[in-house]
């Protein structure tokens, strides 16, 4: 019981010194004297990730039409199902590029007069619609390698040009996967996931077609089963992550005490924090903030110290938005955090 009390304790004081790096960090970020530095990298920042995005869908556009290519040579040597499990998923590929490149390309040409905040919660719906897609087509193949089982039409040929062929397809991507995951971008992760479920399914195919030639032939459409399987549950497992994120789910509470601590220390005539709602309706988080200043506070102060502290507050890096609204008094009467 003690090592649990204790064990509990030490997080709790390893959140609460982090939480304190972080305002600290905020605070000295956030300053006038740092704001406008602050706002411009996070603008020439957001500019470099968009042209990355670009530049790592279009090669890996490229790469997958080739990789295609090989992985349907292979299923024609082979007549593996795992093959060709692969083969699919290589489809799938093209699809999950094209998907984002459209995505990055709406979102660098976007008509302000139409869309005056822009359009980036498009990277949010391109990952939710590329999931959906991935895993309803592996559900298709896993259905054709059941009915394989059942009709016994096994019979798969694990010769080394398919071999060959697999294996400089999994070389590739690993490297593409270290790539994509060192950028850290929306777009750039579900290129990452993307290829690291190549990876993995690659590998599981190959075995699959080797086991299945010299040993035992079903081992081929159960090794096809288990890829589909595995690129299903990982797809729609990504896409229920994400659903939150679109439908308003609360940020996180680290995130919370940071509004806070940075809202509470920004002027001494605040007197409290009325309401505080933090949420998502995209990648950021948009933040409700009800003020209490003294009712005799000229409007020009007024003004003055809450501008300042929103202008601090969208600029950190998971706020997309804040609202701030003035009372001189406290009614508590809001739903919030």
């Avoid at 997958?64 to 093959?83: H, P, R, W």
């Avoid at 009325?274 to 003020?291: N, P, Q």
């Avoid at 003055?304 to 804040?322: A, H, M, P, Y």
Wanted: net charge negative; hydrophobic share 45%; proline share 3%.
């Amino acid at each position: 019981m003690n090592q649990i009390s204790f064990h509990f304790s030490e997080e709790f004081y390893e959140r609460q010194d982090r939480l304190s790096q972080l305002v600290e960090e905020d605070i000295k970020n956030l300053h006038p004297d740092n704001a406008e530095r602050r706002c411009e990298e996070a603008h020439e920042e957001y500019s470099n990730n968009l042209v990355w995005d670009r530049r790592f869908a279009s090669a890996i556009f490229v790469m997958n039409l080739l990789i295609l290519g090989g992985n349907l040579a292979a299923a024609f040597l082979s007549g593996s199902y795992s093959v060709i499990s692969a083969f699919v998923d290589s489809s799938m590929d093209i699809v999950s590029s094209v998907i984002v490149y459209i995505t990055v390309y709406l979102i660098t040409h976007t008509n302000k007069f139409n869309y005056p905040r822009g359009r980036q919660r498009l990277e949010l719906m391109a990952v939710i619609s590329c999931s959906i897609f991935m895993g309803v087509a592996n559900i298709m193949m896993i259905i054709q390698s059941v009915e394989a089982i059942v009709m016994g039409s096994v019979d798969p040929d694990a010769n080394l040009p398919t071999l060959a062929i697999m294996g400089s397809a999994i070389l590739i991507k690993s490297i593409v996967m270290v790539l994509c995951y060192s950028h850290g971008t929306t777009n750039s992760k579900i290129l990452a996931l993307d290829q690291r479920n190549d990876i993995i399914t690659s590998i599981v195919a190959v075995c699959g077609a080797v086991l299945g030639d010299y040993y035992w032939p079903y081992a081929d459409p159960i090794g096809a089963i288990l890829v589909c399987t595995f690129i299903a549950i990982s797809w729609f497992s990504n896409a229920f992550e994400q659903i939150p994120m679109v439908v308003g789910k609360r940020a996180e509470q680290e995130h919370v005490s940071r509004i806070l601590a940075i809202s509470i220390s920004h002027d001494p005539r605040i007197k409290c924090l009325d309401h505080i709602m933090c949420y998502h309706v995209g990648e950021k988080a948009l933040v409700e903030l009800h003020v209490v200043l003294d009712e005799d506070l000229p409007l020009k102060e007024t003004h003055d110290i809450c501008e300042s502290l929103q202008d601090k507050l969208n600029g950190l890096d998971f706020v997309e938005r804040t609202f701030i609204h003035v009372d001189y008094f406290c009614d508590g009467c809001h739903d919030g955090n």
